[in-house]
């Protein structure tokens, strides 16, 4: 779609439009007409939209994707290639990017971790990639070792392919639980902190055994170094959420890694439909609206990027605390979602409203307003999701609602 911006400009760079008389319109400005927005959708529907101060969650749709990206998919979507061949040539430029053998785009990183451990359960064996995920009898390896801690919804990912967890907590643990059943070793970064073992040790662990590794990192970027860290430190394949902080489709995601569990990845993915994944599918406007949207993040300054968003954090911070009872602070989530993250918290004897009404007041305002928390007597803001100038309006519309039910 063309910006509006876009639009008057292709407008008024047709100088015969005013003048011709009887003659039908030039095709140039038909095509420009034909481009304008004509329907509100969201309207139309009756879909509400909301300024998004809460971050990158997939009930809310996730993140907005920039022009660039846009643009890619668009321009995708109006010529044929193969699925295969726009998959090698990006998963090429991907692999360069990040430092790794190989790479794939994916549905998310979710899909990223079915089809990583699918790869290293079936290698290039078609009868067995027609087999998951139906493991017994297969000669197949069963068995996924993981932390306690880092055993979260998301591994269903990984037993998708037939695979159990088991779960451990020591290296110890670790050593006892390898035996001949073992397909792989993964690693949940965002709760790195809460297991026994940290990255290196698993990495090493994994080849002392020679059992593969992997981690999930869907949400932990930035810091953009990130994307090439667990591929530089040798874990056999690495997945990354694609619709999170770098902003390319929410239905992508990025599979790295070791170039024969990527080979043997994309035997259970689409153009394939013998295979548990075919129905993981992205197309050529995915993978290219993927491609952009990495290339874009990496490039970007992110000192700039950083430094709005605690201009933007600090503008709702200092709004905010003027209301009397009001007691806030800025926090940065170390392992994922790392961005400024403002908590908002009151005395409830002195505003009288809990977060979760908060919450409510602000999505039912007009503009509606999402935003984190919602606990007792506080609420959190994050800007990052935000379009320039909308943390203004949550600064003064969370003020209001506040100032409000003051005791
Ligand atoms: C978001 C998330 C996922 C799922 O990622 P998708 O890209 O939506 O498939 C998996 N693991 C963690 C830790 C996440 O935060």
Known sequence: MLSRRKLIKRLSSVPVLGG?????????????????????????????TFINAAGTLTYMTGSLMP??????????AKEFCLLDEIQDKVGEKIAQMVHSEAAVVTSGAFSGMTLGLAGILTGMDLKKVEQLPHLAGTGMKTEVICQK??????????TNTGCKI????TAEEVEKAINERTALMHFLHI???????????????????????????????????????????????????????????QSAGLLMGKKDIISAARLHMPPRGFNIGRGMKVNKEEILGMYVALERFINQDHDKVWKSWEDGVAHVENTVKAVNGVETNVHVPPLGNHTPTLRIAWDPAKLR???????????????????????????????????????????????????????
């Open 67 to 76: 022009d660039e990206v846009l643009e890619a998919i668009n321009y995708g």
């Open 353 to 407: 409203i809990t977060g979760k009404e908060l919450q409510e007041a602000l999505r039912k305002g007009d503009p509606s307003i999402e935003v984190g928390g919602g606990g007792p007597s506080n609420i959190s803001v994050t800007v990052w999701m935000m379009k320039p100038g909308q943390e203004k309006i949550v600064a003064k519309r969370i003020k209001e609602e506040l100032s409000k039910v003051a005791a």
């Open 191 to 249: 709760e790195a902190d809460k297991g026994k073992i940290m990255h290196e040790e698993w990495v090493a662990l994994g080849k002392k055994h020679n059992i593969p590794t992997s981690i999930d990192i869907a949400a932990d970027v930035p810091p953009v170094e990130n994307l090439w860290r667990f591929n530089d430190m040798g874990f056999s394949f690495v997945v990354i959420s694609g619709g999170k902080a770098m902003r390319g489709p």
């Open 166 to 169: 088991i779960p451990v907590e």
């Open 20 to 48: 011709l008389v009887g003659g039908g319109l030039p095709l140039v400005a038909t095509e420009a007409l034909a481009a304008a927005p004509k329907r509100d959708l969201f309207k139309e529907l009756g879909v509400r």
């Open 149 to 158: 801690a880092h055993d979260i919804v998301y591994n269903h990912a990984l």
